[in-house]
């Protein structure tokens, strides 16, 4: 699976959610199970969320034009915001029908089944979810991660749903599966909102994770001394492409030729340094500053 582009990996992520949806819609048609339901519910919303992260991947792995100069890379964002949205609903669709199987339970059918069905579904997506976020945070796809997250929150709310419907086959407390119903909805709506903060993160350009601003500044410290002098460090990031802009200050009596081989090897360093990373460094004297809050 490492050979697999990020394309690739979403592309199975459909194929894989296809078939869980069929599993566990047929583990909630033979044991008539609420439980088993929103399970089931919460595996469509991932068929339809890994099918528009599939599409925004490719809007994002576009070249830049004249009207986008600066790439396609932010489209991945709005997959991870919409794929937030749809949990959202099916949450509170989940609930619904919770809150209804509770005020007039009813008794269930096939258990054994329809447990086996859920099972082998959990375990199909909690492979996948383990190869694509490897994927993800090798090649910084918030696309893929979300993807993953989600089909990780698939497989622990399908343990759970188990695990209670087990126990209602032994002690017939059949109020326990709606309950559990309700508890799988405030998980994924727990879910939906980390997805969606995320997304408005990185369309608000976030700055870069700690540890990789770390490793630029160890960079940076590398070609320091007192004739250089680097500030007004930004870092942002777009999708798997990560930016930092930065002033280079140095001797007013340097050539322009000079000055630009300096530029153009600390931009190969950085950008050696921090995988997907685009260096734009300005050059200015060192006794010149720049002042970014004057009218």
Same mark, same amino acid.
């Not at 004739?227 to 340097?254: K, N, S, Y």
């Given at each position: 699976m490492?050979?697999?582009?990020v394309?690739?990996?979403?592309?199975? !992520?459909?194929?894989?959610?296809?078939?869980?949806?069929?599993?566990?819609?047929?583990?909630?048609?033979?044991?008539?199970?609420?439980?088993?339901?929103?399970?089931?519910?919460?595996?469509?919303v991932?068929?339809?969320?890994?099918?528009?992260?599939?599409?925004?991947?490719?809007?994002?792995?576009?070249?830049?034009?004249?009207? %986008?100069? &600066?790439?396609?890379?932010?489209?991945?964002? &709005?997959?991870? @915001? &919409?794929?937030?949205?749809?949990?959202?609903?099916?949450?509170?669709?989940?609930i619904?029908?919770?809150?209804?199987?509770? #005020?007039?339970?009813?008794?269930?059918?096939?258990? @054994?089944?329809?447990?086996?069905?859920?099972? #082998?579904?959990?375990?199909?997506?909690?492979?996948?979810?383990?190869?694509?976020?490897?994927?993800?945070?090798?090649?910084?796809?918030?696309?893929?991660?979300?993807?993953?997250r989600h089909?990780?929150?698939?497989?622990w709310?399908?343990?759970?749903v188990?695990?209670?419907?087990?126990l209602?086959?032994?002690t017939?407390?059949a109020?326990?599966?709606?309950?559990?119903?309700?508890?799988?909805?405030?998980?994924?709506l727990r879910?939906?909102?980390?997805?969606?903060?995320?997304?408005?993160?990185?369309?608000?350009?976030?700055?870069?994770?700690?540890?990789l601003?770390?490793?630029?500044?160890?960079?940076?410290?590398?070609?320091?001394?007192q004739?250089?002098?680097?500030? %007004?460090?930004?870092?942002?990031q777009?999708?798997q492409?990560?930016f930092?802009d930065?002033?280079?200050h140095?001797?007013?009596?340097?050539?322009?030729?000079?000055?630009?081989?300096?530029?153009?090897s600390?931009?190969?360093?950085?950008?050696?340094?921090v995988?997907?990373?685009?260096? !734009?460094?300005?050059l200015?004297?060192m *006794?010149?500053?720049?002042? &970014?809050? *004057?009218?």
């Amino acid at each position: 699976m490492k050979s697999l582009s990020v394309s690739a990996y979403l592309k199975l !992520s459909v194929a894989v959610a296809l078939l869980t949806v069929a599993l566990k819609t047929g583990a909630w048609w033979l044991t008539d199970s609420v439980s088993l339901l929103s399970d089931a519910m919460e595996s469509l919303v991932n068929l339809a969320g890994a099918m528009f992260a599939l599409a925004m991947v490719t809007v994002a792995q576009q070249p830049a034009d004249e009207d %986008h100069p &600066f790439g396609h890379h932010k489209a991945e964002y &709005f997959s991870s @915001g &919409f794929e937030g949205v749809l949990i959202l609903v099916a949450a509170l669709a989940i609930i619904g029908a919770a809150v209804h199987r509770l #005020l007039y339970p009813q008794p269930m059918q096939a258990l @054994g089944l329809g447990l086996a069905l859920s099972v #082998l579904s959990s375990a199909l997506n909690g492979l996948l979810a383990w190869a694509m976020l490897k994927k993800a945070r090798e090649h910084g796809s918030i696309a893929l991660e979300a993807d993953a997250r989600h089909l990780y929150t698939d497989v622990w709310t399908s343990i759970g749903v188990v695990a209670a419907l087990v126990l209602v086959a032994y002690t017939g407390w059949a109020w326990l599966d709606p309950v559990v119903a309700i508890a799988v909805a405030l998980n994924i709506l727990r879910e939906a909102l980390h997805l969606v903060r995320r997304s408005a993160d990185g369309l608000m350009d976030r700055a870069l994770e700690p540890p990789l601003r770390e490793e630029i500044d160890r960079t940076l410290a590398l070609f320091a001394h007192q004739a250089i002098r680097f500030d %007004h460090v930004v870092t942002r990031q777009a999708g798997q492409r990560r930016f930092v802009d930065l002033h280079m200050h140095m001797p007013a009596g340097w050539t322009l030729g000079r000055a630009a081989a300096l530029r153009t090897s600390v931009e190969q360093a950085l950008m050696s340094a921090v995988p997907g990373l685009r260096a !734009s460094i300005q050059l200015l004297p060192m *006794d010149v500053e720049a002042h &970014f809050n *004057d009218p």
